[in-house]
């Protein structure tokens, strides 16, 4: 019987092909893909349907090995040596606060216009949108002000206290997350990208699950790292987990047939759950580590 390591490593293998391998299978996926929508009549076919499959495996394949060749570590490695990039190479904490401090600053850009749109159309779709990214925006804020000092220093408690709140409002959000799905069913609101928009969404979005989850796994393993980084990569976990939530909605929409309607809810309803288990989960995780470092003094400095 193969062991846990086989697996994980025959899996690794599947999403990291060698280059070659890797080339050839987007070279097949878009030759399927261009076969059934450049040519009329063959976006039902068993072919166009094998075609759907052989692109999201290239797709999550190009994804996969794009994270695992750490192009940042690459191009670092051919800079010329400088203290700041060495810093934010090796510090992953000083990284991941740079990346939150700017796009930060779109999340609530991204909430405040949801929250007009919302007032001004009378949409609670966009109200709902606006809450759930007002609860981010505001883990984001607390996360960023809380960082301090380096690797391995003592963490006071209010660094404690603020992965507990984070990990609170992340179950919470599941509650924005479930009236989205309440919409849906009603008919109320969406995600729609217009043209070869689409596609492009789509690659974004795998390629940040990917390498989120790659390194929310990393940091979730490892127990000497910052309170800051596992929270931070909690809070972006919940938001790609939206995205891909929302690029489901809008390919559900874009290339359903009349007559897919009851398959369209359940398989957004189902995506739903599955998204809300996650965010409850991670949320938990993140209480069971502040409440474990509450109770380590030692490791606490003061307040």
């Known amino acids: 019987m193969a062991s846990r390591d086989d697996i994980l490593g025959a899996l690794r293998h599947a999403l990291t092909p060698p280059a070659p391998a890797l080339a050839a299978l987007v070279a097949v996926a878009a030759a399927g893909l261009a076969w059934t929508f450049l040519l009329g009549g063959n976006q039902d076919t068993p072919v166009a349907y094998l075609s759907y499959a052989i692109s999201a495996y290239a797709l999550v394949a190009v994804c996969a090995s794009v994270a695992a060749a750490r192009p ?3 191009l670092h490695a051919a800079l010329p040596a400088n203290p700041l ?4 190479v090796s510090d992953a904490d000083f990284r991941a606060k740079l990346s939150f401090s700017a796009s930060s ?11 007009v749109m919302g007032v001004t159309l009378q949409s609670a779709w966009y109200v709902t949108l606006a809450v759930y990214y007002l609860f981010l925006s505001i883990m984001r804020g607390s996360l960023v002000r809380h960082l301090r000092g380096g690797e391995g220093e003592a963490v006071t408690r209010g660094e404690i206290l603020t992965q507990r709140r984070c990990g609170i409002m992340l179950i919470v959000t599941t509650v924005m997350l479930a009236g989205m799905t309440v919409l849906l069913n009603s ?35 490892s127990e000497g790292a910052g309170l800051f980084l596992s929270s931070a990569y909690a809070v972006r976990l919940a938001e790609v987990l939206v995205s891909l939530f929302a690029l ?25 759950a599955v998204i809300l288990v996650i965010l409850v989960l991670t949320g938990a995780e993140l209480l069971r580590r502040a409440n474990r470092a509450l109770r380590s003094p030692a490791e606490v400095e003061g307040r």
């Open 72 to 74: 940042l570590e690459r």
């Open 85 to 88: 990039v060495d810093r934010i």
């Open 105 to 115: 600053v779109l999340r609530v850009v991204w909430c405040v216009f949801n929250a």
């Open 187 to 221: 008919h109320e609101g969406g995600f729609v990208y217009e043209g070869y928009l689409i596609y492009a969404m789509a690659a974004w979005t795998f390629y940040t699950l990917i390498s989120c989850v790659v390194r929310f796994v990393r940091v979730r393993r």
């Open 248 to 272: 489901e909605v809008a390919m559900l929409a874009a290339f359903s047939t009349p007559g897919q309607e009851t398959f369209n809810m359940v398989t957004i309803n189902a995506t739903g």
